[in-house]
């Protein structure tokens, strides 16, 4: 290991070589960026090592639009064991590292659960060893920077590239060449070091940058006609400009496709390349070396991109290229709403990639003679084949061309194979599975929360459960020692007010640390009901209004959100969400007993604030439409109890530590559509005590909506619907009396500290399940067939 005045002088080279000047007259930026070039420094020769050692194995490639992947500076320092070192290195040079730290900006990579999924899963990979390598687009500019301006949100550029960025190694040597019918691109890698905990291992992650084939046009610059020489440039740009772009238009919904091709094609090309540098020049056994996972759908087509790359480029025969193919893909399925089942107009491939679309209607040709032979009936057949109303069924293209599906928590499996893809479960049934998700207890809990990390290593003799969490089992009987209960508390004290500093300094806004913490982190979605929590926030505060001598719980609320730019009921909930902050906390009457906060701009820095300091984990989604969480799990870890539906992995929650110790209320799902079936939302509007007043506020003056119809669009969905939408679609009011009762019991048991300190630590040791590393020795046994490659110190 490097020593102290090793890297103490190497920071002071790194810093002038960087910017030409005496450490002396450095900023914190410039050093944070000297001791991240160290890192990589350091980790170099592994990196390699490990490359050309996986590239002789069966290997995994996970192909993700998304990965969220957080500050890595000191995640690394953390997992090279330098952490110490360079503290104190940085100690001498007139610096604290926690100040480095926060001169990093969060990595535009990603937005919510999908990419922060990915991220961990990679992290979990690099610590077992296992010959992974993720795949995805390098954003300028990322989703979106969140501000919240007069209680609206407002997107501005998330520019965290305006520096290079020293964790990402440009590999210019190995950029393929992307052909689309109107255009002709370069996708040049990046790499980023994925460090896994007490491992030599190093993955990787491409991320893929689009270049043009030509700079620009010089002799339309030379006629000074300036614009238009640079306008291919522009569109080229345009690919890894942002994540997600605004597909309402036609034009955004060629640039996704664009951006999807792009990067699963690069990848693609780099994968056949060196199975053949390796392997020689026949690929009928590439899927012998080979699997890749398809993260949702938006890598799906990678599936005909593959049969193009086999049967146009290497000659091979279409039915041995489709049984590698399909050996090849695996799809994991992260949704059963509809409209997030992705459906492409025939027109937009048949503009950009005409050959990708003759092999997909080649796919479904064949799909459809398969079908007929196994019984299928014509209104069958045209419910499931791949082509069908003029678009492009990237869900069911995928359960055709891949040898698994999996679903992300075992409720949402079965729906998946009951209801949402039946038909395919029925032909199929060997294909289907469940990988319940997880999270890396190394960020997540380690780096996030160092005191309770170190609190767990201390009770159970080692950091051995950091890859092992099921170790942490054996601390059940300290449930009932009161003196770790208190520790446990008290640390759960110390991140509160952390965060309540924090919430003041960049919110400000004055929070009460001692108050109970009810937290709802997640994407702003209708079915995710942050507005069902307002409501009840705003029941809370009329009745506290009416009866000022009441005894309450303190509590405060905290979200933290974005909502999609073209989502208008999202961006409305948000504002409601901020009015209500309003009145509450401007209010003397209440503001001693609540508060309400919504953080702009979520992020994973942020998050690594929220999760250790949170009581409460708000998971209340729609029963059945959630189809695993990752938040849930992380609250978990923390010792946050749960606050939800039965819905998602709120189920395998409640049964790993005890449906006793977390607050599961609301409808079973398969007991739902019956429920949904007799439901009349103006029902509960004039029954429920209380309801009618807080769902009023929308349309009767209380609250402001500028003038934009915003509030009364929210009030029309939850009573009267629409001609395409049924009113209340996502139960608010159905379970608003349920979830208030439910809430009312948090509150009360949380009066007893020592008993909910013991419902927390039943959380944290049972939340072994729920890492990530026990997801992918799922995924490396059952579906990718891959095995560890460890380097060894003297390799």
Same mark, same amino acid.
């Given at each position: 290991m490097?020593?102290t005045?090793d890297l103490?002088?190497?920071l002071i080279?790194?810093v002038?070589a960087?910017?030409g000047?005496?450490p ?9 960026r000297?001791l991240?070039r160290?890192?990589?420094e350091q ?6 090592k490990?490359?050309?050692r996986?590239k002789?194995e069966r290997q995994?490639h ?7 992947e957080g500050?890595?500076?000191?995640n ?5 064991d330098l952490?110490?070192v ?6 001498e040079?007139g610096?604290?590292?926690s ?6 900006v969060?990595?535009?990579l990603?937005n ?8 961990c899963f990679?992290?979990s990979?690099?610590t077992a060893?296992l ?5 995805g687009i390098?954003?300028?500019y ?13 997107e501005?550029p ?5 520096q290079?960025y020293?964790?990402v190694v ?6 393929v060449?992307?052909?689309?019918q109107?255009l002709?691109?370069y996708?040049?890698?990046y790499d980023?070091?994925?460090?896994g ?5 190093i993955n990787?992650l491409r991320?893929?940058k689009?270049?043009?084939?030509q700079e620009?046009?010089?002799?339309l610059?030379n006629s000074?006609?300036?614009?238009d020489?640079?306008i291919?440039r522009?569109?080229v ?9 605004n597909d309402s ?14 990067f699963v094609?690069?990848?693609l090309q780099t994968?056949?390349?060196d199975?053949?540098q ?6 009928s056994?590439?899927a012998?070396?080979n699997t ?9 087509i ?6 193009r790359?086999l049967?146009?480029e290497h000659?091979?025969?279409?039915q041995d290229?489709?049984q590698?193919?399909?050996r090849v893909?695996a799809?994991t399925?992260?949704t ?7 459906k492409w107009?025939?027109?937009?491939f048949?503009?950009?990639f005409?050959?990708?679309m ?5 796919i479904d040709?064949?799909f459809?003679?398969e079908a007929?032979?196994?019984?299928l ?5 045209q419910?499931?084949a791949p082509?069908?109303d003029g678009?492009i069924?990237m869900?069911?293209?995928a ?8 679903g992300?928590?075992a409720?949402?499996t ?5 209801e949402?893809?039946?038909d395919?479960y029925?032909?199929w049934?060997q ?17 996030c929360?160092p ?7 201390e009770?159970s003799?080692?950091?051995a459960?950091?890859?092992d969490?099921d ?6 009987p ?10 446990l508390? !008290? ?12 919430i003041?300094?960049t919110?400000?806004?004055?929070i ?5 913490f ?14 069902l929590n307002?409501?009840l ?6 009745r ?8 309450i719980?303190?509590?405060?609320y ?8 073209g989502?208008f009921?999202?961006k ?13 906390n401007q209010?003397?009457?209440t503001?001693?007993f609540?508060?309400?906060v ?5 992020n994973?820095?942020?998050?690594e604030?929220?999760?250790?300091a949170a009581d409460v984990?708000?998971?209340?989604s729609?029963?059945?439409m959630?189809a695993s969480g990752?938040g849930?799990m992380k ?5 946050a109890l749960?606050l939800?539906?039965?819905?998602g !992995?709120?189920v395998e929650?409640?049964e790993?530590?005890g449906y006793?110790?977390?607050y599961?209320?609301?409808c079973?799902?398969?007991d739902f ?5 007799y439901?009349n939302?103006?029902w509960?509007?004039?029954n ?11 349309i009767?003056?209380?609250?402001n909506?500028?003038g934009?119809?915003m ?7 939850l009573?009267?619907?629409s001609d ?6 996502y139960?608010?009011?159905g379970d608003f009396?349920?979830y208030r009762?439910?809430r009312?019991?948090v509150q009360?048991d949380?009066?007893?500290q020592l008993?909910?300190a013991?419902?927390c630590w039943?959380n944290?040791?049972?939340s072994?399940?729920f890492s990530?590393d026990?997801?992918i020795?799922?995924?490396?046994d ?7 490659a460890a ?5």
């Amino acid at each position: 290991m490097i020593s102290t005045q090793d890297l103490k002088n190497k920071l002071i080279v790194f810093v002038k070589a960087e910017t030409g000047q005496s450490p002396e007259n450095a900023t914190a930026n410039d050093f944070w960026r000297a001791l991240s070039r160290v890192v990589i420094e350091q980790l170099t020769e592994r990196w390699e090592k490990t490359e050309e050692r996986y590239k002789k194995e069966r290997q995994t490639h996970y192909f993700s639009a998304e990965f969220l992947e957080g500050r890595s500076l000191l995640n690394n320092l953390i997992n090279l064991d330098l952490h110490k070192v360079a503290a104190q290195a940085v100690a001498e040079l007139g610096y604290d590292l926690s100040t480095l730290e926060e001169e990093e900006v969060d990595p535009g990579l990603g937005n919510g659960g999908l990419g922060r999924l990915a991220a961990c899963f990679l992290d979990s990979c690099a610590t077992a060893n296992l010959p992974v390598r993720g795949y995805g687009i390098l954003y300028r500019y990322g989703l979106f920077r969140q501000e919240i301006e007069q209680g609206f949100q407002k997107e501005y550029p998330d520019a965290w590239m305006e520096q290079p960025y020293p964790f990402v190694v440009r590999r210019n040597q190995q950029k393929v060449r992307i052909h689309y019918q109107d255009l002709e691109v370069y996708a040049v890698p990046y790499d980023m070091p994925v460090t896994g905990f007490a491992t030599e291992n190093i993955n990787t992650l491409r991320l893929w940058k689009a270049e043009p084939a030509q700079e620009f046009d010089f002799n339309l610059f030379n006629s000074q006609r300036f614009d238009d020489a640079v306008i291919q440039r522009n569109r080229v740009n345009d690919i890894c400009r942002v994540l997600y772009p605004n597909d309402s238009s036609y034009d955004g919904k060629v640039l996704r496709v664009r951006q999807q091709y792009f990067f699963v094609s690069a990848s693609l090309q780099t994968i056949v390349a060196d199975y053949m540098q390796h392997h020689g020049q026949d690929l009928s056994h590439f899927a012998d070396y080979n699997t890749i996972q398809l993260n949702d759908t938006h890598p799906v087509i990678a599936i005909p991109e593959l049969m193009r790359i086999l049967t146009d480029e290497h000659k091979m025969d279409w039915q041995d290229a489709w049984q590698i193919t399909c050996r090849v893909f695996a799809y994991t399925n992260h949704t059963i709403m509809g409209e997030a089942l992705e459906k492409w107009e025939v027109g937009i491939f048949r503009y950009l990639f005409p050959r990708i679309m003759q092999i997909i209607e080649r796919i479904d040709g064949q799909f459809r003679e398969e079908a007929r032979q196994r019984g299928l009936n014509e209104d069958q057949l045209q419910h499931l084949a791949p082509l069908g109303d003029g678009h492009i069924r990237m869900a069911w293209l995928a359960v055709y061309g891949s040898h698994s599906v999996n679903g992300v928590a075992a409720m949402h499996t079965r729906i998946l194979q009951q209801e949402t893809m039946r038909d395919f479960y029925r032909l199929w049934p060997q294909r289907f599975n469940n990988k319940t998700n997880g999270v890396t207890p190394r960020r997540w809990l380690r780096l996030c929360n160092p005191e309770l990390a170190d609190l767990l290593t201390e009770l159970s003799g080692s950091e051995a459960w950091l890859t092992d969490m099921d170790r942490l089992q054996a601390l059940h009987p300290y449930a009932s020692d009161d003196s770790v209960m208190r520790r446990l508390m !008290a640390i759960k004290q110390r991140n509160k007010d952390k965060l309540a500093r924090y919430i003041g300094q960049t919110a400000h806004c004055e929070i009460d640390p001692t108050s109970l913490f009810d937290v709802q982190i997640k994407r702003l979605h209708e079915y995710k009901r942050q507005l069902l929590n307002a409501l009840l926030i705003l029941d809370d505060y009329f009745r506290l209004k009416e009866n000022p001598g009441r005894v309450i719980q303190p509590s405060t609320y905290i979200f933290a959100a974005k909502a999609a730019p073209g989502y208008f009921r999202a961006k409305a909930i948000i504002k409601f969400i901020n009015e209500v902050a309003l009145l509450v906390n401007q209010d003397p009457d209440t503001s001693p007993f609540m508060r309400v906060v919504f953080l702009p701009n979520y992020n994973v820095s942020k998050a690594e604030k929220l999760f250790p300091a949170a009581d409460v984990s708000e998971q209340i989604s729609t029963v059945g439409m959630e189809a695993s969480g990752t938040g849930n799990m992380k609250f978990m870890m923390n010792g946050a109890l749960t606050l939800g539906t039965c819905d998602g !992995a709120n189920v395998e929650i409640g049964e790993a530590a005890g449906y006793d110790n977390n607050y599961i209320f609301g409808c079973r799902v398969e007991d739902f559509p019956q429920t949904k079936g007799y439901y009349n939302p103006q029902w509960q509007y004039q029954n429920i005590t209380g309801l009618r007043r807080c769902v009023d506020t929308l349309i009767d003056g209380t609250f402001n909506d500028a003038g934009t119809g915003m509030f009364r669009d929210l009030y029309h969905g939850l009573l009267y619907g629409s001609d395409w939408q049924p009113a209340d679609p996502y139960y608010v009011l159905g379970d608003f009396d349920e979830y208030r009762r439910t809430r009312q019991r948090v509150q009360r048991d949380y009066r007893d500290q020592l008993a909910w300190a013991r419902k927390c630590w039943l959380n944290i040791i049972n939340s072994g399940n729920f890492s990530s590393d026990r997801t992918i020795r799922d995924y490396a046994d059952e579906i990718w067939q891959i095995e560890p490659a460890a380097l060894h110190p003297e390799t």
